[in-house]
RNA sequence: GGGAGCGUGGCGGAAUUGGCAGACGCAGCGGACUUAAAAUCCGCCAUCUUUUGAUAUGUGGGUUCGAGUCCCACCGCUCCUACCA
């Protein structure tokens, strides 16, 4: 017998399968299709554990799909712009391209020796032009559509990136990739208006069934969906006196989700950055304290207030504003505690209802008026039919925000008040019905701010002429290339790079200067999974009837940590392509399974500085490819994390040597005596009957395990062959096996059973198992998947337990179609002396599991 | 503060709709083989108890003939988010 030797077949059988081409799709396939994809890595350097498990799961999945007839896309690419390239150019005093291709080469062959089955002809790799053409290509048509623009406002800018930032790309108020505090600048940048898809990205969480719960509620939430009202408050001029005949500037709009307490607004408060606030007080005794809160809140970070840093500053504007609905006269204040670019960057205060307004006006001496109150206030039975302010101030220590009802509101006092009440629905009316608010929908989702001031990323084809301002590159001018001589050590930039800059206007041919911004590194990985459906297109980024054809992608695997960023982004995508006509699906991922981390024994997380990084090479030096992948399929369920523990990867390393050997004794024959002794007839027949229902349970259960995704009991099952098999081998003699015989047609259906199931997993070893001890020709990756009678995985006899009371009592052996009654009285007699001075008030029997006497 | 999820042996984890808790493996213990060791093969392995049996899925209640699974409260942990009016 040949000994299980991964070090030898590994190589062999990876050589063999490129040479074949196996592993490539083939083009116009009548079967039905599969699209496998997961998410293509930064090439940061070596792999590591998590990469080999993300690989290994979609690797698993794609080669399953091949065995049950589909047509399967699988390919990998590298999402290859970014950061870390430039930071190791300039250290390295090199070219990013040089180290990124120089990882890429090592990720690639680290793949191959884990027997990755990817079509590697169709690779995509984002730095290359072939590619970041089409991106650029992207950009335009969504510049043509109105979906692109740029404009100024305050955003995020990471000193140490020297960059500015997503608001998807800001965690808790650092830089998402170099953990530094992130700064607000005011700065004109180029934007995708991915707010215009905000309401349909948040319908369709609803088609996408096949994602996990967790990911589309982070994803609802991010997008934020606020229903309330937009309400017109009317600005006093400088002396206090109203305007008699309002104009649009005489206007300030706020929008709140709490209509029903507009009569408790007490104040009205601007942001910081709100655009009129300069002049509201310019000249005024309120200036100078004004302008230094706006001053201060500029260098009050993010990262502050992530930290919990929740005190409020104001400065009074000495201007007052007139609430539409009580004719009453209320301050303005500047608070930095009110978001700028979310509603109108204004908000009518009710300290009795909002915590923090309540706050504010605790800290500035401001009225609180309670005008909402529940049933069991004190205060309530005093107020409840009170239309007029009576009290206006409370001893709270707390606003109160809960569902009540409205005091002290004129009309609509008695009214119940909370969000989507009937107090805020009645309010609202009012309020359309005087023409001073509507109805309004807001979302927390911004708008894409995609530009970034690095070298290493796809340059937005743009160019500014002072004639023309700012016109796209003609498309037949794309790709705009990144210059290659650049000496980024030295302290060059893209805005340095006079020869880059330099161009005419293709609109008036005059002098002009090239956009010297990049595209955010997201923007290649938005859509990369289209062009896998057509890698090599040099007329458009796809043909749309391959990416239809192939789309959506069947199942997707990733980390967790994508499910806002690259998730979103790549569903906007998807959406705006198919309003070009490009693409004709709403979703571009049907299912999506985010696998879990891999972190050390102590449950830490990998780190180098840590120095407890497992090598996903030094693994397979150690053990082969099969094990480690095996390994990591078997110690957790893929979404759940995997503590790493090489005690047991040594353990799947002897079971694939066990199964080996099992596997070759199945097959052995009469002359490899040495092996069994002979055992009598009754118990061979036991045992074959056993291994019979074996095979066919375990196959149905790999099956459906597989289609789940709990590779770990999948493999579990199998584990239950191999012992069940062994079992047999022990009781069953070779010489039983002989040539024709009905033990040597069981004996190689269940060796080729398991080798087929495990093929999926273990590639190289099933190869060679299939091949040699087998005797068939390559390759079993190209085998149907095995099939199951469920008829056949049946016992004709079951053990049923015997409970009385709920507790088992007892077990009794049936026929498995015995009949309920019949069933009941074996049950009764066997638990007797249980039921000895008690009235049988019932029995209940679950067919093929248990009966229940219920007794007193 | 808001949202989502999770608590099962020494460890990783099983347990499709409520139906025999602990599959499968790791570690451990015993045995066979061996001069010996490794490898391999066989057996044991939740807790208490001599057997019978009793107790066990974070804690306390509830629904049910029956609860790891459903409901309520509490404790603990993890992740996401954060002044969004």
Redesign the pocket.
Known sequence: MKAYNPHEIEPRWQKAWAESGIDEVREGDERPKKYVLEMFPYPSGDIHMGHARNYTIGDTIARYYRMKGFDVLHPMGWDAFGLPAENAAIKHHSHPAKWTYSNIATQKASFKRMGFSYDWDRTVVACDPEYYRWGQWIFEQFWKRGLVERRNSPVNWCPSCKTVLA??Q???GRCWRCDSEVEKRDLTQWYFKITDYAQELLDDLDQLEGWP??VK??QA??I?R?E?AEVTFTLCSPDGSVPENPTDDDLIT?????ADTLFGCSFFVL?PEYAGVADLVRGTEYEKPVMDLVEASKK?T?LQ????????HGAFTGRYVVNPVNGQKVPVWVA????????T?A??A?PCG?Q?DF?FARKYDLPIVPIILGEDDPLYPQLKSEKNRVVTSVDWDAAYDAEGYLVQSGEFTGMKGGKHSEGEAAVVAKLEEMDLGKRKV?Y?LRDWLISRQRYWGNPIPAIHCPKCGVVPVPEEDLPVMLPKDIDLAAGETLATHEEFINCTCPKCGGPARRETDTMDTFTCSSWYYLRYTDPHNDQQPFDPAKANAWMPVDKYIGG??H??LHLLYSRFYTKALRDMGLVNIDEPFRNLLCQGMVLDEHGDVMSKSKGNVVSPEKMIDAYGADAVRAYIL????PE????W?E??L???Y??L??AW?VVCDLMAQADDETLFEKADEKKAAAARKQLVRERHRVV??VT?DIE?D?F??A??AV??L??AA??YL?VVAPDARAEGADDAVLARDVAETIVKLLSPITPHWSEELWCTVLGHEPSIHEEPWPTFDPEKAKSDE????V?V?????A?ITVAADEAEDAIKQTALSAVSHALEGKDVK?V?V?KG??V?I?AK
């Open positions: 608001n998807e800001v965690i808790e719960e967790r509620q982070q939430n991010w934020g606020s309330g706020v929008f709140t989700t709490r942001a009050v993010a207030r992530a930290q919990g840093d929740h005190e409020k930095d505690y009110v978001v700028a670019d979310y509603g960057g908000v009518m009710v909002d923090r706050e807001e927390r967790i940590e499910a806002i078997f110690m957790a369920p759940k994390e995997l503590l523990n005690d047991g040594a353990g799947l002897k079971f040597n066990r050997r149905g259960k459906a789940r709990n770990n009991t493999i579990a584990m239950e191999v012992n062994s079992d022990h079951v053990e049923l337990a409970q009371n709920g507790k088992v009592k077990r019932k209940i679950v599991r248990l229940n219920v």
